[in-house]
């Protein structure tokens, strides 16, 4: 499977692709580095991203999940950048509980691209499971806003 790192602001990202499609960003440095047009993409959409930019909403994804997952990832794209949603909101829009919806976000296996960061508890941030979690999370939706990393 190709993969292709990058540097961040939050530390080593790892794209990968499968079948012209991106499967999974994982933290850390991959082991094999492989340089295919669709990775050099992604792995500019990533460097823009943290440079303020949005990222492109044609990207191919293809996350394995279950059908339930899939909806949840689906209506989580259709979050704008900058903005959040509540767990109870999107489990209103994708179906299931809260609870479900966060196992979702949880499995999540392309984080940013699908940017389960941008759903919050609504007693605040809530959990995150990319990356160095919820100080990320905040991190993420601060970029989103206008701020730095």
């Not at 509540?86 to 609870?99: D, N, T």
Request: glycine residues 12%; charged residues 20%.
């Amino acid at each position: 499977m190709p993969q292709l790192s990058l540097h961040s602001p939050i530390g080593d990202l790892t794209v990968s692709e499968e079948e012209g499609e991106i499967v999974s960003l994982d933290c850390g440095w991959g082991r094999d580095q492989i340089s295919t047009p669709l990775l050099l993409r992604a792995k500019t959409a990533l460097q823009d991203y943290f440079d303020g930019a949005a990222l492109p909403a044609d990207l191919p994804l293809n996350p394995g999940g279950s059908a339930y997952r899939q909806r949840v990832w689906q209506a989580l794209r259709q979050i704008p950048a900058g903005q959040t949603r509540s767990y109870l909101e999107m489990a209103r829009i994708a179906g299931g509980s809260p609870r479900s919806v966060g196992g979702a976000n949880a499995a999540n296996p392309i984080a940013i691209f699908i940017p389960c960061h941008r759903v919050v508890a609504t007693t605040g941030i809530g959990g995150y499971s990319f990356a160095d979690g919820a100080a990320t999370k905040e991190k993420l939706l601060a970029l989103e806003r206008g701020g730095k990393i």
